[in-house]
Every structure is written in C-alpha cells, then in structure tokens.
C-alpha cells in the first residue's frame, strides 16, 4: 500500500524550525504530491493550527492530486479553521476510509454517495445547509461516526451494509435500511 502520513511528527518538524511562516509546509507536501509518481492509497495530512493559511488552496491542490492517485483512504486532521472539502473528493469513488477533523462536508448537488466507502469518521464537522432531501447511496458502508457536528440539517444515507453507527450532536439523521 502506497501511504503518505504527514502526522504530528512530520508537522512538528517544520514547527521546530519555524517554516510556518513562509509556508513551507504547503510548499513541501505540495512538492511530495505533484513528484510522487502512481496511486497513492492512503493519505493522511495533520494540519496544525499553528500554521499561517491565507486560504486552504494548498489543500485543495493535494485533494484535486489525490482524485487522480487512486485514494482508498483519506483521513484529515485538520486543527486549523474549518476547511470545506472541495468537489474534487466526491469524485474520488474508490475511496473506503473517510475521516474528516474540523471539515466542511460540501458535495456538489449531482452527488449520489461513494460506492465503495465503508468507513466514515467525522469529527467537528458542518454539512452544506441546502443538502434538501438528498439521500447519499453507501451500499458499502459498516461504521459510521459522527462527533460535534455543527449546522447539519440533514444529512440522509442509505446504508444496508451498516452495522456500527455513532451520531451526536444532530439536528436531524436519517439512517435508511431496505432488506434486500
């Protein structure tokens, strides 16, 4: 499996050496990204808040890289302001793990779900206000979790696959089961 952690250690690095300011760590990932040649399975990035951020275009350059590597996994841990998932994501539909810290869930209107997702960890996290009566097909989904949301409304699945299922925090949840 081909995985790029950049966790605590990796951000911590630049931290010591005060690279923040120049945004260094942006430019650094940024270079790791677009040099890595083949799919990327797995990517983890630690954001930390100790980081200067005019925008988050960095970040949504790594995600537009990771729509076209193949992602099967892609955990966030975002400690800096909130950052809005661009629609490059939803497009990546081999995708099996999404964890999202500090993230605004934000999917285009034609999205229907991800085919092949089986985890969902979202934490700190807002979801797009005019989501209406949507309902996102996860036919391969098994966990789900959900902590600290934040002006989510609605937010409807269909899940016959779910067998772990944790919601806080929730104005409104819809979990649809059909038997087969």
């Known amino acids: ?38 799919p990327i399975s797995k990517f983890v990035p630690h954001i930390p808040k ?30 800096n302001r ?9 497009a990546c539909l081999e995708l099996r793990k999404l964890h999202l810290y500090n993230c605004i869930f934000n999917p285009p209107l034609e999205f229907q779900g991800f085919p092949n997702l089986e985890d969902i960890y979202f934490k700190r996290f807002s979801i797009r206000d005019n ?11 098994k966990k789900l979790k959900l902590y600290g949301c934040c002006d989510v409304n609605n937010f409807n699945i269909n899940a016959m696959l779910l067998r772990y ?15 087969p």
């Open 50 to 79: 100790e980081i200067v951020l005019d925008s988050f275009k960095g970040v949504d350059l790594w995600m537009l890289i990771l729509s076209r590597k193949s992602v099967k996994e892609l955990n966030i841990i975002n400690q």
């Open 131 to 141: 989501l209406g009566q949507t309902v996102f097909n996860l036919p391969q989904l």
């Open 1 to 38: 499996m081909r995985t790029l952690d950049l966790l605590f250690q990796f951000s911590n690095q630049f931290l010591k050496i005060g690279a923040y300011r120049q945004h260094g760590f942006i430019r650094v990932v940024n270079q790791i990204m677009i040099k890595h040649h083949g």
């Open 165 to 179: 299922c944790i919601a806080n925090n929730f104005m409104r949840f819809v979990y649809i089961c059909r038997n």
């Open 82 to 90: 909130m950052y809005s998932i661009p629609s490059c994501v939803f």
